[in-house]
């Protein structure tokens, strides 16, 4: 089975910073795009954050466009969220996304991580 696994999140200030990481494990072929998406409180739709091509190509949300930085470890099957500059409208359960092809079977999967949580406090 293949598992991503988040971590990082917490509490910080407005105008303060986060890391989070995210590992994925298991049966894994390939990883394609992987991403970092969030659901705020009350809202029921996850919104994309950034992503990241295997090859290092990035795009942001226009909300964290230069105050977060998205990058990954492809030999680690990781991504990381270095999030600069908070504000608490950034508060959010984070989550990682991988598109990855098992190994073997050679399936498609659209991998999500369990959340992590970031409060921003004003």
């Known amino acids: 089975q293949v598992q991503l696994v988040e971590s990082g999140g917490g509490l910080a200030q407005a105008g303060g910073s986060l890391r989070l990481s995210c590992r994925a494990s298991g049966n894994i072929r390939r990883i394609d795009d992987m991403a970092w998406y969030r659901q705020a409180p009350g809202k029921q739709q996850r919104e994309l954050v950034a992503t990241i091509t295997s090859d290092g190509s990035t795009n942001y949300a226009e909300s964290v466009k230069g105050r977060f930085t998205v990058s990954r470890d492809n030999a680690k099957n990781a991504i990381d969220l270095q999030m600069n500059t908070l504000r608490p409208e950034d508060t959010a359960v984070y989550y990682c996304?991988?598109?990855?092809?098992?190994?073997?079977?050679?399936?498609?999967?659209?991998?999500w991580g369990e959340g992590t949580l970031v409060t921003v406090s004003a």
């Open positions: 996304n991988a598109a990855i092809t098992v190994e073997y079977s050679l399936r498609y999967l659209n991998a």
